[in-house]
């Protein structure tokens, strides 16, 4: 083979690798340039994400605290259990069920949950005069000491007084679907 076309051969060989070595160059160039971009658009929205995350705890920190956990079925939280002890509600929802049991026989979990709720708030929710709302009165005396107590300790723990009444609705409604002799 002449010698002329093995130093073309050479040549062009030299000439493509310088080619594709500076195509290379180029390439790791725009790609180095894009991780050093990209790393710095990741340290914004770090830095992004951390405001966020400062601002969501300063938000959680204003809500008030829950004595009852809204899943269902409803039940009480850490606090709604020391509520509950504050307020003895569980022996107060033992003495009621007695006299309840007949009016919640034949009601589904989601009934007696219901009947709970409108029994609590009419006979332990406080009127504007002080008085508990219109009860029997072989327990009004009852239901107006523990209306009193339920203002005292929402205010105690800077609760509403709804919240409170949720923890013996909780109470009373686990008690009535205790099946007890």
Not at 62 to 75: C, D, K, M
Request: charged fraction near 30%; charge should be neutral; proline fraction near 6%.
């Amino acid at each position: 083979m002449p010698e002329w076309i093995i130093s073309a051969a050479v040549v062009a060989l030299t000439i493509a690798f310088l080619g594709a070595t500076f195509k290379f160059a180029y390439w790791r160039g725009e790609v180095d340039t894009d991780r050093k971009t990209f790393k710095k658009f990741m340290g914004e929205i770090r830095e992004d994400m951390g405001e966020i995350r400062n601002k969501f705890e300063k938000i959680l920190l204003r809500l008030p605290p829950t004595p009852v956990a809204g899943s269902s079925p409803l039940r009480l939280t850490d606090l709604g259990v020391e509520i509950a002890d504050d307020l003895k509600a569980y022996e107060w929802a033992s003495r009621l069920t007695p006299s309840l049991r007949g009016e919640v026989r034949d009601m589904l979990p989601y009934e007696v949950d219901e009947f709970c709720e409108k029994f609590v708030e009419r006979h332990i929710s406080r009127r504007t005069s002080g008085e508990a709302s219109v009860s029997p009165p072989e327990h009004l005396n009852e239901y107006r000491a523990m209306a009193t107590k339920v203002a005292i300790c929402a205010y105690e723990r800077g609760l509403d007084r709804a919240a409170v009444r949720k923890v013996l609705r909780v109470v009373l409604r686990d008690e009535l679907l205790n099946p007890k002799p």
